[in-house]
């Protein structure tokens, strides 16, 4: 598998699941405490929604890639 190819087939998979899964949920640990042999940790959850153009763009450009490799 060459480069580009590999490069297409990634953008179509993250333009596909950008539009199906159109929010990316994620926990990130702020502060952490620890008293002796207690640990006090606080965790914030986080939302990011993916723009529709960003799935449709990622789409468009794996099949580019992907007809730009069988053209050669």
Known sequence: MTILKF????LL?????????NRVSFTREVHE???G???VAVTEDH???VP???GVSG?????GFIAMK???
Request: glycine fraction near 12%.
């Open 52 to 54: 529709l153009w960003a």
């Open 70 to 72: 069988n053209r050669s």
């Open 7 to 10: 490069i297409g087939i990634s």
């Open 33 to 35: 405490t620890n008293f």
């Open 13 to 21: 998979i993250a333009g596909v699941l950008g539009l199906v899964y």
């Open 59 to 63: 789409i468009i450009l794996g099949i």
């Open 37 to 39: 042999p207690l640990t």
């Open 47 to 49: 939302h990011v929604k």
